[in-house]
C-alpha cells in the first residue's frame, strides 16, 4: 500500500474519532492559552529586568515561544502519541497485529494514532510567531520564508528520528515510559534560545535531543539570524538521525521478532 | 492511634519496598524532571550577570541554591493527582479501598510519604552534581535546617489536601482536565515555582499571601536558603499548619457529599 | 434469631442522563438535563441465616453486583431495608467493614509488584489484627491453598489463578463473618475453579461464616449453594434450594438412549436433542417420563437407558427465556 495514502487513511479515521470529542476541542484551546499566558508573564518577568536577553529581545524571544509552542504542538498530535502506542505494543505483544500487515512496519507505527485537537498549539504557535513577527516590523521575504520552512520540517523529521530511536530500546529495556518524561522534560529547554545554555547542556539540546534544530534554528530563520552554513547542518544532520532511527528501529524490530517466536 | 501508627509505617513500608525496584523509573523521571528548573535557573543567572551580578537581591550562587533546593521540593510536591482520583473511580479500585475500615487518603498519605523517602535518598546524588556544576552559595543556619526539613512535610501535607479536594471534582464529572490545568498554571505563578516571590510583580506577591500555593514551594525553599529570622521561620511553619487543618476540614465536608454521590451513582 | 442478612424492599434506582447525539444537544443538556429512570434492583427481599451459603444467581445486569455493593455498602439503597450483622451498611461503619469482605474476580488488591507477603502484612495493618492470630490464619489458607512455595514471589509472576488464591487470601485474613462474593472464578480454568470452590467451602465450614455468591459458572453454584436466589431485571424469580428450582422450572427430563440399530427414529417419543451415533438424547415432560420409558423398552431393543434432570444450566436459560416471553 501506498504509504501517503495510509497515514492519509490513518489521518482520517483519527479525525473522526476525535470529532466525537469536540469538548476537547475548548480544554485543548484553554490549555494553549494556559500555556501562552505562563509564557508571557515569564517573558515579562525577564524584560521587566533587562532589555535583551544574551542578545535577543522581547519579540525576538516571543517568536521562539511561538515556534516551540507550534513544534510541540507537532510532536503531541503525531509523534509522542504514535510512539507512546508502540511502547504499548511492544510490551503488550499487541505488535504483532501491525507486523502482519503488508506495509513498511516504521511507517505503520508512526501514522497509526493523531490527534487532531492538540494541533490547537500549531494554530496558537502560528498566531504568537504573527504577533512576534509584527512586533518586530520584519519583513518576510521569500528566501527568509523557505529558510524558515524548511528548517521547521527537517526539525520535527530530527524530533521524529530521536522518538523512535528512543522508543526502539523498548526492545530491550520494558519500561521506557519515564524516557517520554525526560523527552518531554528536555524539550521545554527549547523555550529559550539554546544560546543562554552553558555548553554542555547547549551540545545535548543540538546533538542528543534536537531541540537546537526544532525550534531554536527555525526562529533564527525569522529573526534574520539564520546562515546557510547552518542550514546546510541541519540538512545533514536530518539525514544522519533519519539513517540511525531507521538503523536503530530495524535492530529492535529483529531482536523482537526473535524473542516473541 | 497505636491503630494508624502501625496502618502508616506498614504502608510506607510497601511503597518503599515498591519504589526500591523502579529506582531506575525513578531516576528517569526525576531527571526529566530537573531541567525544569535549570532552565529557570539558566535563565536567570544569565540575568543576574548581565546586570552585574545580582537581580532582585539574588545573586547568581543564590538563584543557584534556590533552584537545587527547589528539586527536593518539587519531588515533596508529587502527591496523588487528580487523574489518578478519575481513574480510581473508573477503573473500581475506590470500591475496594472504601471497604477497608480506614480512610482512602489515609492510604495515599502513607503511601506518598513512604515513597518521600526514596526520592530524598535518590535526590541527593543528583543534588551533589548539580552544586557542582552550579556552585550555590549557601548561608544556613541550623534552625533553617530544622524548620526547612519539617516544612518540606508541610508541603507535602498541604499538597496532598488540594490535590485532593481537586480531586474530589472527578466524583461529579470526569471532564475535569481544563480545571486542572488552570490550577496548575495558577500554582506556577503564585508558588515561586516558575521564580521567587519576591521577583514578582507586588501585587502578585500580595494576593500569593492569602492563598496556599506559595507555602508549598516559596517558603520551604526560602527557610533554608533565604534569611529569615527565627520567627519568620516559625511563623510561616504555623502557616503551614493552618493551611493543613484548612485542607483537612474542607476535606472532610467535601468528602462526605462526595461518597454521597458515589453511592448514589455506583462505582 | 435475627437473620444475619435481611433485606426488604430493596429497589436501588439509577438516573441516567439521556440525550441526542451531535453538539447541540451536549450544550443544552448542560442546562437542561433529562434523566432516564433505570430500575436496577426493584422490590427485592431474602433472609439469609448464619452460616449459609447462598447463590446469586442472574444474567448480566440483572442486579446481582448492585445487590452485593448495597449489601457492602457501597451503594445506597433508593429505598427498602438492608441490615447484615446488625449493621446498617450504608453507614459504611469501621466496626462493619471489619466484619464483611467482598471479593471482586476481576479487581486485585495486591501489589502487583511485591511478593504477597508483604501485602498480607498491610492488610494485618489495615484490620489491626492481633499478629499471632494474623499469623495463624494466614498460613492455615496459605497451606490449604497449597500457596507455599508462592507468597515470596513479585505478584506480576504468578498464573492469574494463583493471583486469584493469593487476592482471596488477603480478602480473608481479618476472617469477615460475612463474605460477597462476585464472580470469584471467573476467567479461570476448571482445576483452579475447583481449588477455590474448596476453599470457599472449607472457609464457610470452618468460620462459620455466611456467603453470598454470584456466578456465572453452576458449577460453582452446585458445589457451594443450597440454596439459591434468582433475580432477573431487577425482581426474584425465585428463592429456595437448588434442586427445587430444579423441579418446579424444569418440566422435563432427559433420556440418554443407546440403540444397537442408529436408524431408528425416536422422534415419535420425544424431541431429539442429539444423535451421536447409537447414542441419543430425547427431551420429555417430566409426566410422561414413566411412560416413554416404558414404551421405548417394549417397542425397541436398548442397550443403554438413562433418566436425568435437565441441566442445571439449561433450567436457568429456560427460567430466564420463559419470564422474557412472558414480558
Same mark, same amino acid.
Given at each position: 500500500m501506498n504509504p501517503i495514502k495510509l497515514a492519509l487513511t490513518y489521518l482520517r479515521i483519527g479525525v473522526l474519532n476525535e470529532m466525537q470529542y469536540r469538548i476537547n476541542f475548548f480544554i485543548q484551546l484553554l490549555q494553549s492559552f494556559i500555556s501562552v499566558a505562563t509564557g508571557l508573564i515569564g517573558l515579562s518577568l525577564v524584560f521587566g529586568q533587562v532589555k535583551k536577553l544574551a542578545g535577543w529581545s522581547r519579540p525576538e524571544l516571543l517568536a521562539v515561544m511561538g515556534v516551540h509552542l507550534l513544534m510541540g504542538g507537532v510532536i503531541r498530535s503525531i509523534i509522542q502519541p504514535n510512539m507512546e502506542r508502540l511502547m504499548d505494543d511492544v510490551r503488550n505483544g499487541t505488535l504483532d497485529f501491525v507486523l502482519t500487515k503488508p506495509a513498511d512496519a516504521q511507517i505503520l507505527v508512526s501514522v497509526h494514532e493523531f490527534r487532531f485537537w492538540q494541533l490547537v498549539d500549531v494554530i496558537v504557535g502560528i498566531v504568537v510567531i504573527s504577533i512576534a513577527f509584527i512586533q518586530l516590523n520584519g519583513t518576510l521575504g521569500i528566501l527568509q520564508f523557505f529558510g524558515f520552512l524548511s528548517a521547521l520540517i527537517m526539525g520535527g523529521i530530527m524530533l521524529y528520528s530521536v522518538w523512535?530511536?528512543?522508543?526502539?530500546?523498548?526492545?530491550?529495556?520494558?519500561?521506557?515510559?519515564?524516557?517520554?518524561?525526560?523527552?518531554?522534560?528536555?524539550?521545554?529547554?527549547?523555550?529559550?534560545?539554546?544560546?543562554?545554555?552553558?555548553?554542555?547542556?547547549?551540545?545535548?539540546?543540538?546533538?542528543?535531543?534536537?531541540?537546537?534544530?526544532?525550534?531554536?534554528?527555525?526562529?533564527?530563520?525569522?529573526?534574520?539570524?539564520?546562515?546557510?552554513?547552518?542550514?546546510?547542518?541541519?540538512?545533514?544532520?536530518?539525514l544522519l538521525f533519519v539513517v540511525l532511527s531507521r538503523g536503530l528501529w530495524r535492530l529492535g524490530l529483529s531482536n523482537y521478532s526473535g524473542a516473541s517466536s | 492511634?497505636?491503630?494508624?501508627?502501625?496502618?502508616?509505617?506498614?504502608?510506607?513500608?510497601?511503597?518503599?519496598?515498591?519504589?526500591?525496584?523502579?529506582?531506575?523509573?525513578?531516576?528517569?523521571?526525576?531527571?526529566?524532571?530537573?531541567?525544569?528548573?535549570?532552565?529557570?535557573?539558566?535563565?536567570?543567572?544569565?540575568?543576574?550577570?548581565?546586570?552585574?551580578?545580582?537581580?532582585?537581591?539574588?545573586?547568581?550562587?543564590?538563584?543557584?541554591?534556590?533552584?537545587?533546593?527547589?528539586?527536593?521540593v518539587r519531588n515533596m510536591n508529587i502527591v496523588f493527582t487528580p487523574f489518578g482520583w478519575e481513574w480510581r473511580i473508573r477503573e473500581g479500585q475506590l470500591s475496594m479501598m472504601l471497604m477497608r475500615p480506614i480512610h482512602p487518603i489515609h492510604s495515599d498519605v502513607a503511601f506518598f510519604a513512604g515513597w518521600k523517602f526514596v526520592v530524598i535518598l535518590l535526590w541527593l546524588p543528583l543534588a551533589a552534581i548539580l552544586s557542582w556544576i552550579f556552585k550555590p552559595t549557601f548561608d544556613i543556619r541550623w534552625m533553617e535546617v530544622i524548620v526547612f526539613s519539617l516544612a518540606i512535610w508541610g508541603a507535602y501535607l498541604i499538597r496532598t489536601m488540594l490535590l485532593s479536594l481537586l480531586g474530589m471534582i472527578t466524583f461529579w464529572t470526569t471532564r475535569v482536565s481544563a480545571i486542572f490545568e488552570l490550577y496548575f498554571g495558577l500554582e506556577l505563578? /503564585?508558588?515561586?515555582?516558575?521564580?521567587?516571590?519576591?521577583?514578582?510583580?507586588?501585587?502578585?506577591?500580595?494576593?500569593?499571601?492569602?492563598?496556599?500555593?506559595?507555602?508549598?514551594?516559596?517558603?520551604?525553599?526560602?527557610? /533554608?536558603?533565604?534569611? /529569615?529570622?527565627?520567627?519568620?521561620?516559625?511563623?510561616?511553619?504555623?502557616?503551614?499548619?493552618?493551611?493543613?487543618?484548612?485542607?483537612?476540614?474542607?476535606?472532610?465536608?467535601?468528602?462526605?457529599?462526595?461518597?454521597?454521590?458515589y453511592s448514589a451513582v455506583g462505582g | 434469631m435475627t437473620p444475619t442478612i435481611s433485606v426488604s424492599n430493596l429497589s436501588k434506582h439509577y438516573k441516567v442522563p439521556e440525550r441526542d447525539g451531535g453538539m447541540k444537544a451536549a450544550v443544552i443538556s448542560l442546562f437542561n438535563r433529562k434523566y432516564r429512570t433505570v430500575k436496577a434492583v426493584d422490590d427485592v427481599s431474602f433472609n439469609i441465616e448464619a452460616g449459609e451459603v447462598v447463590g446469586f444467581l442472574g444474567p448480566n445486569g440483572a442486579g446481582k453486583t448492585t445487590t452485593l455493593k448495597v449489601l457492602s455498602g457501597l451503594l445506597h439503597p433508593t429505598s427498602g431495608m438492608?441490615?447484615?450483622?446488625?449493621?446498617?451498611?450504608?453507614?459504611?461503619?469501621?466496626?462493619?467493614?471489619?466484619?464483611?469482605?467482598?471479593?471482586?474476580?476481576?479487581?486485585?488488591?495486591?501489589?502487583?509488584?511485591?511478593?504477597?507477603?508483604? &501485602?498480607?502484612?498491610?492488610?494485618?495493618?489495615?484490620?489491626?489484627?492481633?499478629?499471632?492470630?494474623?499469623?495463624?490464619?494466614?498460613?492455615?489458607f496459605i497451606d490449604l491453598l497449597e500457596l507455599k512455595d508462592l507468597v515470596n514471589k513479585p505478584i506480576r509472576n504468578l498464573s492469574l489463578g494463583e493471583r486469584m488464591k493469593m487476592e482471596i487470601v488477603g480478602a480473608l485474613l481479618h476472617r469477615p463473618k460475612v463474605l460477597f462474593l462476585d464472580e470469584p472464578t471467573i476467567g479461570l480454568d476448571v482445576t483452579m475453579q475447583r481449588r477455590i470452590r474448596a476453599f470457599i467451602k472449607e472457609y464457610n465450614q470452618r468460620w462459620g461464616a455466611t456467603v453470598l455468591l454470584t456466578s456465572h459458572y453452576m458449577a460453582d453454584v452446585e458445589a457451594l449453594c443450597k440454596r439459591v436466589i434468582v433475580i432477573h431485571h431487577g425482581h426474584t424469580l425465585f428463592d429456595g434450594e437448588l434442586n427445587q428450582l430444579v423441579t418446579q422450572f424444569s418440566s422435563f427430563k432427559t433420556l440418554g438412549?443407546?440403540?444397537?440399530?442408529?436408524?431408528?427414529?425416536?422422534?415419535?417419543?420425544?424431541?431429539?436433542?442429539?444423535?451421536?451415533?447409537?447414542?441419543?438424547?430425547?427431551? =420429555?415432560?417430566?409426566?410422561?417420563?414413566?411412560?416413554?420409558?416404558?414404551?421405548?423398552? &417394549?417397542?425397541?431393543? =436398548?442397550?443403554?437407558?438413562?433418566?436425568?434432570?435437565?441441566?442445571?444450566?439449561d433450567v436457568i436459560d429456560s427460567v430466564f427465556t420463559s419470564t422474557k416471553a412472558a414480558k
Amino acid at each position: 500500500m501506498n504509504p501517503i495514502k495510509l497515514a492519509l487513511t490513518y489521518l482520517r479515521i483519527g479525525v473522526l474519532n476525535e470529532m466525537q470529542y469536540r469538548i476537547n476541542f475548548f480544554i485543548q484551546l484553554l490549555q494553549s492559552f494556559i500555556s501562552v499566558a505562563t509564557g508571557l508573564i515569564g517573558l515579562s518577568l525577564v524584560f521587566g529586568q533587562v532589555k535583551k536577553l544574551a542578545g535577543w529581545s522581547r519579540p525576538e524571544l516571543l517568536a521562539v515561544m511561538g515556534v516551540h509552542l507550534l513544534m510541540g504542538g507537532v510532536i503531541r498530535s503525531i509523534i509522542q502519541p504514535n510512539m507512546e502506542r508502540l511502547m504499548d505494543d511492544v510490551r503488550n505483544g499487541t505488535l504483532d497485529f501491525v507486523l502482519t500487515k503488508p506495509a513498511d512496519a516504521q511507517i505503520l507505527v508512526s501514522v497509526h494514532e493523531f490527534r487532531f485537537w492538540q494541533l490547537v498549539d500549531v494554530i496558537v504557535g502560528i498566531v504568537v510567531i504573527s504577533i512576534a513577527f509584527i512586533q518586530l516590523n520584519g519583513t518576510l521575504g521569500i528566501l527568509q520564508f523557505f529558510g524558515f520552512l524548511s528548517a521547521l520540517i527537517m526539525g520535527g523529521i530530527m524530533l521524529y528520528s530521536v522518538w523512535l530511536m528512543v522508543t526502539s530500546i523498548s526492545f530491550w529495556v520494558i519500561r521506557v515510559q519515564e524516557i517520554s518524561n525526560l523527552f518531554e522534560g528536555l524539550y521545554a529547554a527549547g523555550r529559550w534560545p539554546v544560546g543562554i545554555y552553558p555548553s554542555w547542556l547547549r551540545t545535548g539540546l543540538t546533538f542528543l535531543v534536537p531541540v537546537a534544530f526544532a525550534v531554536t534554528i527555525p526562529a533564527e530563520a525569522l529573526t534574520n539570524r539564520l546562515t546557510g552554513t547552518s542550514l546546510l547542518i541541519a540538512l545533514g544532520m536530518t539525514l544522519l538521525f533519519v539513517v540511525l532511527s531507521r538503523g536503530l528501529w530495524r535492530l529492535g524490530l529483529s531482536n523482537y521478532s526473535g524473542a516473541s517466536s | 492511634m497505636r491503630r494508624y501508627i502501625d496502618f502508616y509505617l506498614a504502608t510506607m513500608r510497601i511503597s518503599i519496598l515498591e519504589q526500591i525496584q523502579y529506582s531506575v523509573a525513578n531516576y528517569f523521571y526525576m531527571i526529566g524532571m530537573i531541567t525544569e528548573p535549570v532552565i529557570y535557573l539558566v535563565v536567570w543567572t544569565t540575568i543576574a550577570r548581565q546586570q552585574g551580578g545580582t537581580t532582585g537581591g539574588y545573586t547568581v550562587g543564590a538563584f543557584a541554591a534556590y533552584y537545587i533546593i527547589w528539586t527536593l521540593v518539587r519531588n515533596m510536591n508529587i502527591v496523588f493527582t487528580p487523574f489518578g482520583w478519575e481513574w480510581r473511580i473508573r477503573e473500581g479500585q475506590l470500591s475496594m479501598m472504601l471497604m477497608r475500615p480506614i480512610h482512602p487518603i489515609h492510604s495515599d498519605v502513607a503511601f506518598f510519604a513512604g515513597w518521600k523517602f526514596v526520592v530524598i535518598l535518590l535526590w541527593l546524588p543528583l543534588a551533589a552534581i548539580l552544586s557542582w556544576i552550579f556552585k550555590p552559595t549557601f548561608d544556613i543556619r541550623w534552625m533553617e535546617v530544622i524548620v526547612f526539613s519539617l516544612a518540606i512535610w508541610g508541603a507535602y501535607l498541604i499538597r496532598t489536601m488540594l490535590l485532593s479536594l481537586l480531586g474530589m471534582i472527578t466524583f461529579w464529572t470526569t471532564r475535569v482536565s481544563a480545571i486542572f490545568e488552570l490550577y496548575f498554571g495558577l500554582e506556577l505563578i /503564585l508558588s515561586g515555582r516558575l521564580v521567587p516571590m519576591t521577583l514578582m510583580p507586588v501585587w502578585i506577591q500580595d494576593l500569593s499571601n492569602y492563598l496556599p500555593f506559595k507555602w508549598t514551594f516559596f517558603f520551604p525553599i526560602e527557610a /533554608l536558603v533565604g534569611n /529569615l529570622t527565627d520567627v519568620q521561620l516559625w511563623s510561616g511553619f504555623g502557616m503551614q499548619l493552618l493551611w493543613i487543618a484548612t485542607g483537612i476540614f474542607l476535606l472532610n465536608i467535601i468528602w462526605n457529599f462526595a461518597i454521597k454521590q458515589y453511592s448514589a451513582v455506583g462505582g | 434469631m435475627t437473620p444475619t442478612i435481611s433485606v426488604s424492599n430493596l429497589s436501588k434506582h439509577y438516573k441516567v442522563p439521556e440525550r441526542d447525539g451531535g453538539m447541540k444537544a451536549a450544550v443544552i443538556s448542560l442546562f437542561n438535563r433529562k434523566y432516564r429512570t433505570v430500575k436496577a434492583v426493584d422490590d427485592v427481599s431474602f433472609n439469609i441465616e448464619a452460616g449459609e451459603v447462598v447463590g446469586f444467581l442472574g444474567p448480566n445486569g440483572a442486579g446481582k453486583t448492585t445487590t452485593l455493593k448495597v449489601l457492602s455498602g457501597l451503594l445506597h439503597p433508593t429505598s427498602g431495608m438492608v441490615n447484615v450483622l446488625g449493621y446498617e451498611p450504608t453507614k459504611r461503619s469501621h466496626d462493619y467493614l471489619r466484619q464483611v469482605a467482598l471479593v471482586m474476580g476481576n479487581r486485585n488488591q495486591l501489589s502487583w509488584d511485591l511478593p504477597a507477603i508483604d &501485602s498480607f502484612e498491610l492488610q494485618r495493618a489495615i484490620y489491626s489484627l492481633p499478629v499471632s492470630e494474623f499469623k495463624k490464619t494466614r498460613d492455615d489458607f496459605i497451606d490449604l491453598l497449597e500457596l507455599k512455595d508462592l507468597v515470596n514471589k513479585p505478584i506480576r509472576n504468578l498464573s492469574l489463578g494463583e493471583r486469584m488464591k493469593m487476592e482471596i487470601v488477603g480478602a480473608l485474613l481479618h476472617r469477615p463473618k460475612v463474605l460477597f462474593l462476585d464472580e470469584p472464578t471467573i476467567g479461570l480454568d476448571v482445576t483452579m475453579q475447583r481449588r477455590i470452590r474448596a476453599f470457599i467451602k472449607e472457609y464457610n465450614q470452618r468460620w462459620g461464616a455466611t456467603v453470598l455468591l454470584t456466578s456465572h459458572y453452576m458449577a460453582d453454584v452446585e458445589a457451594l449453594c443450597k440454596r439459591v436466589i434468582v433475580i432477573h431485571h431487577g425482581h426474584t424469580l425465585f428463592d429456595g434450594e437448588l434442586n427445587q428450582l430444579v423441579t418446579q422450572f424444569s418440566s422435563f427430563k432427559t433420556l440418554g438412549i443407546t440403540l444397537p440399530d442408529p436408524e431408528v427414529d425416536l422422534s415419535q417419543y420425544g424431541e431429539v436433542l442429539t444423535r451421536d451415533g447409537a447414542r441419543v438424547t430425547l427431551r =420429555v415432560p417430566k409426566a410422561k417420563t414413566s411412560q416413554v420409558t416404558a414404551n421405548l423398552l &417394549s417397542d425397541l431393543q =436398548v442397550d443403554d437407558l438413562t433418566v436425568e434432570d435437565t441441566p442445571i444450566d439449561d433450567v436457568i436459560d429456560s427460567v430466564f427465556t420463559s419470564t422474557k416471553a412472558a414480558k
